[in-house]
């Protein structure tokens, strides 16, 4: 069984960053591939970006992709996801998951964290 606690969101402002933070229990955290989605209101869960399980690939979604970087820490059970020029279009609840498939779809991940809401105003 594997626990993810998500901190870091809030309310920021256009052009603004944020780092996320997912920390994760138990002692095989750098045995899964760990991952961030978010949802924003009335709108499915979406990927944002995952990391390998020595963080020595990503991927990220189109709509992220040169803003935000996710990276990971295995000695210290923690992903990351350093989110920069944010736009109000990035508002939504930010989920972090852990699976085992290297993959950007959902069902590829088998825990998931309670989410972190991130605020963007124009």
């Known amino acids: 069984q594997v626990q993810l606690v998500e901190s870091g969101g809030g309310l920021v402002q256009s052009g603004d960053s944020l780092r996320l933070s997912c920390a994760a229990s138990?002692?095989?955290?750098?045995?899964?591939?760990m991952a961030w989605f978010r949802q924003a209101p009335g709108k499915e869960r979406e990927f944002v970006s995952c990391i390998n399980v020595n963080g020595g690939s990503t991927i990220y979604a189109d709509s992220v992709k040169g803003r935000f970087i996710i990276s990971r820490d295995n000695a210290a059970n923690t992903v990351y996801l350093q989110m920069n020029s944010l736009k109000p279009e990035d508002t939504a609840i930010y989920y972090c998951?852990?699976?085992?498939?290297?993959?950007?779809?959902?069902?590829?991940?088998?825990?998931w964290g309670q989410g972190t809401q991130v605020t963007v105003s124009s």
């Open positions: 138990g002692r095989s955290f750098s045995m899964y591939v």
């Open positions: 998951a852990s699976g085992r498939i290297y993959t950007r779809f959902p069902s590829g991940y088998n825990y």
